[in-house]
């Protein structure tokens, strides 16, 4: 299905943006698993809508468990999780079956199933469907985190207003702090200008796009495969589920192909503790689809928020005459920035996928 990913642990995202519901099976988690319940809800407030920047939506995004807990601990069965849509406003979006909003997936959707989706507040392609995935995220980053593997992601940049990045060699501590910011920057003079710079749009009746860089610290080397199985390909494949991502690169991305190779590569090192090390990350932290110590780093593009208030030109599908739409309803000025979490989630869920898939034990460089 396409809305499942996974292969040990599989992942079904399900629900739209103005039905009664949406949420998440987990199936694959190992029984016995603590799921400290505040802190997962802590995750969830990171992705939560409000504030000056993001959609007035109002959602408590409180999940409510179905199945796969027993007081706070995994049972082995499949956990299923609904959060309940509190706040739409379907009366913005009674005129868009027939205009299809530029950039959005209204078109796409008409095309496939001849009128009949559900676009209400952007439906099934809507971002609402980020709530079930840093719910599952939330999840995932508890049990790495009992494994020696933190995962963290700060907001690299937002309408071409760079943050600085990350070190060479993410901190736990680090990744902890930028969580608990208000904004996610890691220099708070950029995000200070990066706030500016999605103010001034969102003042505009417009919107900006954004790259959310995402580190995962701890990971053992040898994890993933070669060609299509790879620890790119896999991440890859589903952080572009993420609505709105539009571009994913690892370590130096696109920067490589401006690069000469002895500019690229990275020399190896044996450092202070005796471990293997490279002297910089330009891979990402992976070689041949299989993580090699450092850090892994990747960095997720988004597109400016299609839903915009100034008008827009689009065609009748009904008439096929071109005609002017001017969008209603509440919406992201720069959709990155509420996404942060949301890739930190994707990125969580693939790595335990792939650590529980290799059958990794507690101490997660010793495999069985």
Same mark, same amino acid.
């Given at each position: ?141 508890? @049990?790495?985190? #009992?494994? *020696?593997?933190?995962?963290? =992601?700060?907001? $690299?940049? !937002?309408?071409? /207003?760079? %943050? ?21 920057? @890691?220099?708070? #003079?950029? *995000?200070?200008?990066?706030? =500016?710079?999605? $103010?001034? !749009?969102?003042? /505009?009746? %417009? ?36 609505? !709105? ?124």
């Amino acid at each position: 299905m396409s809305s499942e990913f996974g292969k040990y642990l599989q992942v079904t995202i399900f629900g739209q943006s103005h039905g009664k519901a949406v949420g998440v099976v987990l199936d694959g988690l190992p029984a016995g698993e603590p799921i400290d319940l505040a802190e997962l809800r802590r995750f969830m407030q990171r992705r939560r809508p409000g504030g000056a920047l993001s959609t007035p939506r109002r959602e408590e995004d409180e999940p409510v468990f179905l199945s796969g807990l027993l007081g706070d601990q995994t049972c082995g069965s499949p956990l299923c999780a609904v959060i309940e849509n509190q706040d739409a406003r379907s009366e913005d979006y009674a005129e868009l079956a027939a205009l299809p909003r530029p950039s959005h997936a209204d078109y796409a959707a008409y095309c496939k199933w001849g009128g009949k989706a559900d676009l209400r507040g952007g439906g099934h392609f809507s971002g609402r469907l980020t709530a079930p995935i840093c719910l599952a995220g939330g999840i995932a980053k508890q @049990l790495l985190a #009992r494994r *020696g593997v933190f995962v963290g =992601a700060h907001l $690299a940049e !937002a309408g071409g /207003e760079p %943050d600085r990045s990350l070190p060479l060699f993410p901190t736990r501590g680090l990744l902890e702090e930028i969580a608990d910011k208000p904004f996610p920057a @890691l220099d708070d #003079r950029c *995000g200070e200008r990066m706030q =500016a710079v999605i $103010a001034a !749009a969102a003042a /505009e009746g %417009d919107s900006v796009g954004g790259i959310v860089a995402c580190a995962a610290i701890g990971l053992p080397a040898g994890l993933g495969s070669p060609m299509f199985g790879g620890l790119e390909n896999r991440l890859a494949a589903a952080l572009f589920g993420i609505p !709105a991502v539009k571009g994913v690169e690892f370590g130096a991305g696109f920067a490589s192909a401006r690069q000469r190779g002895s500019d690229n590569n990275d020399p190896f090192l044996v450092d202070d503790r005796g471990e293997i090390v490279a002297a910089k990350n330009d891979s990402g932290g992976i070689l041949g689809g299989i993580s090699i110590g450092m850090p892994l780093v990747l960095r997720a593009a988004f597109k400016p928020t299609p839903s915009i208030g100034k008008p827009q030109q689009t065609v009748n599908l009904f008439t096929k005459k071109a005609t002017e739409i001017t969008i209603r309803g509440r919406h992201d000025p720069c959709v990155a920035l509420r996404a942060v979490p949301a890739v930190e989630a994707v990125t969580a869920l693939v790595l335990l996928d792939m650590i529980l898939e290799e059958k990794y034990d507690g101490n997660i460089g010793n495999q069985e």
